[in-house]
């Protein structure tokens, strides 16, 4: 899905207005309805954001991929789900080019993750669930320190995340509760407004309040025109509520890839679509 359709319009409208009547935006000063118009208001984008072919790796006897090829266009959520050890988080590392691929390749905005890290990474936001924020730092300190590695950076963006977030900018990281580091990694992963907003298991552990802003964060990013999001979880009401399309990985391979509203047509929800190509 390169754009969005009325129906993703609809549905981002409609999250949007649910999380902002819970006080997600109350100090927010960001326009949304305009930011809503201007999804899919772009050209078709040919080139994929992500494009993976025939990817495998092994650990040891384990083979974690196997032949795993996807193609994701630019625009959309794409939800990725499967039981923990399914590999969902090593195809994440191939993507970010923590990993470099046994067999097949891996391109990200055209590039190769291992060759040009800077070139991908410095478009990328990232949040994943270990989450490992220097604990000595405060949060204003981990923001400065952050800054200087983005030259795309939004200081203005960045304090109104904390403000929105609740952190206070002089608390060190390592007195936060969980989910306030989730929510102060989502502010890093954020304030330099990625092209691509990579989120592996961001929510498991945490509390209805901190998920809650997370899933949030996802819609406002794909409001933001032309911005694309890769959301990993085994929670599939998440990814139910936030995806445009899924795709289902099992034992390493990929069972199931399709946009939601055909997943849905053919299955009575994406739970029994799980059950169906990957078991219970």
Known sequence: MARSTPRVLSRTRSLLQRYDSGGLHRECPC??????????????VSESVISVSELTRRFGATTALDS?????????VYGLVGVNGAGKTTLIRHILGLLRAERGSVRVFGLDPVADPVGVLSRIGY?????????????????????????????????????????????????LSKGQKARAGLLIALAHRPELLV??????????????????????????????????SHLLEEVEQVADHVTMISAGRIVLSAP?????????????????????
Request: no cysteine.
């Open 31 to 44: 326009n949304h309805n305009q930011t809503i118009l201007r999804v899919g208001g772009g050209s078709r």
């Open 68 to 76: 795993v090829s996807l193609s994701f266009p630019p625009g959309a």
């Open 127 to 175: 949040l994943s669930e270990e989450n490992d924020l220097p604990g000595w730092m405060r949060v204003d300190e981990l923001i400065r320190y952050t800054r200087a590695f983005y030259p795309a950076w939004d200081d203005a963006y960045a304090e109104e995340l904390r403000r929105t977030f609740a952190l206070d900018h002089a608390a060190k990281i390592t007195n």
């Open 199 to 232: 989120l592996d298991e961001p929510s498991s552990g945490l509390d209805p309040i901190a998920r809650r802003d997370i899933l949030g964060a996802v819609i406002r990013t794909i409001a933001d025109a032309g911005r694309t999001v890769l959301f990993s």
């Open 260 to 280: 939601l509203d055909a997943i849905k047509a053919s299955h009575r929800s994406l739970a029994d679509a799980f059950i169906t190509h990957v078991g219970s």
